[in-house]
């Protein structure tokens, strides 16, 4: 299927190779894993990772993750492997895991920002699998992929996002249909002394800590510099705004009165007779309400809105991930967005 800005092929096997081809010659893929779509170009060439910045409008010093075929290759990038990173690594590669270990004088600093670190993953899904295998077949280490994004913009989690972002900027897109988990990878840093949670994700805290035997400290700003985990993004460009469960029905009232269009993200609230604007009903369980969030909150700008109303989550840890999206949805200030 061909989409005005973009190829976007199903994963057959000739498309998987050919995808493979492209990244070995410096050119931009997109292709689908279980968390998002990610922007991959061959990690070891700085020309086609300075391409993936340009293609997303990032600021060049954002550091991106390398994706890997194997957990075996976690060498050729990190110079340092803790016991407590190679112990999650078994428990939790493939998968939904980014761990950001010292990097080796092999990662570049077009992929590092220059920092003394480096963030690897092994993606668990198929394509995302085939392909890296296909890369490394051809000799590629890894593959440099961040959110296939623009910049500041919710991350993707179908082909059609990607082509709607990035258009012309992208060679390939591979369609793996839309994503399983729907939300970014959980980031472990071990790169600043005891293990830190630097972005939640559907690897719990819970789970992380019953690996190392003891729970990874929470993110604070002292701890290696991760763009994207420093302020709003993932963010719509419609006004967003968190309200409380029992104060959403009375809110509508009043932007009812005022004659202004909302659009609502709902969860436990039924959507009131007289309301006639977007209305999305979210599933009520983390991990359904994770999977839709971000092809909702792109439906709900899509409504061309005054504002976009999101009923809050529950503050329990199983809901952590999904509120740190919400709150970066919604918070004003953007000067840190990946
Ligand atoms: O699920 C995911 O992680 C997706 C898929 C495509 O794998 N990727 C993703 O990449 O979300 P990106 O670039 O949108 O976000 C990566 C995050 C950013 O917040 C970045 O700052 C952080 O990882 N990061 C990468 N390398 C880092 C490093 N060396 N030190 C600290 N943070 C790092
Ligand atoms: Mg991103």
Redesign the pocket.
């Known amino acids: 299927m061909n989409v005005p800005g973009g190829r976007v092929l199903a994963p057959t096997p000739a498309a998987l190779d050919a995808a493979a081809h492209r990244l070995r010659d410096g050119e931009l893929v997109a292709f689908p894993?279980e968390?998002?779509y990610?922007l991959g170009a061959d990690a070891a060439n700085p020309l086609a990772v300075r391409r993936v910045f340009e293609a997303k409008g990032r600021p060049a010093d954002?550091?991106?993750?390398v994706?890997l075929a194997d957990v075996a290759e976690l060498r050729h990038w990190a110079r340092d492997v803790p016991a407590g990173a190679e112990a999650l690594a078994r428990a939790f590669w493939p998968g939904?895991l980014?761990l950001?270990l010292p990097r080796s004088e092999r990662a570049l600093d077009v992929v590092?920002g220059g920092?003394d670190?480096?963030?690897l993953?092994v993606?668990s899904h198929p394509v995302a699998r085939s392909l890296l295998a296909a890369f490394a077949r051809l000799g590629g280490r890894g593959v440099a992929?961040?959110?296939a994004n623009r910049f500041g913009h919710v991350?993707p989690t179908t082909a059609a996002h990607v082509a709607d972002d990035l258009g012309d900027a992208v060679d390939l897109i591979l369609d793996g249909g839309p994503c399983e988990v729907g939300i970014?990878?959980t980031?472990v840093?071990f790169?600043g002394g005891a293990p830190a949670l630097?972005?939640p994700g559907a690897i719990a805290p819970a789970a992380i800590a019953a690996i190392l035997g003891f729970p990874p400290r929470s993110h604070d700003r002292a701890v290696?510099?991760?763009?994207?985990?420093l302020a709003s993004h993932y963010a719509p460009r419609t006004r967003s705004v968190l309200v409380a469960a029992d104060a959403l029905r009375t809110v509508l009232a009043s932007h009812a009165s005022r004659e202004e269009r909302v659009a609502v993200l709902a969860r436990t609230t039924r959507r009131p007779d007289d309301f006639d604007g977007v209305w999305i009903a979210a599933p009520a369980d983390p991990a359904g309400y994770a999977h839709g969030l971000y092809a909702n909150l792109r439906a709900l700008d899509a409504a061309d809105a005054d504002e976009i109303l999101i009923e809050s989550v529950p503050a329990s840890t199983e809901w952590l991930a999904v509120g740190d999206r919400l709150a970066r949805a919604t918070r004003g200030e953007d000067d840190d967005r990946?």
């Open positions: 894993t968390t998002v990610g954002h550091p991106v993750i994706h939904p980014t950001i590092t920092q670190s480096v963030g993953r993606p992929a961040p959110s991350s970014e990878s980031i840093s790169a630097l972005r290696p510099r991760a763009p994207g985990t990946d």
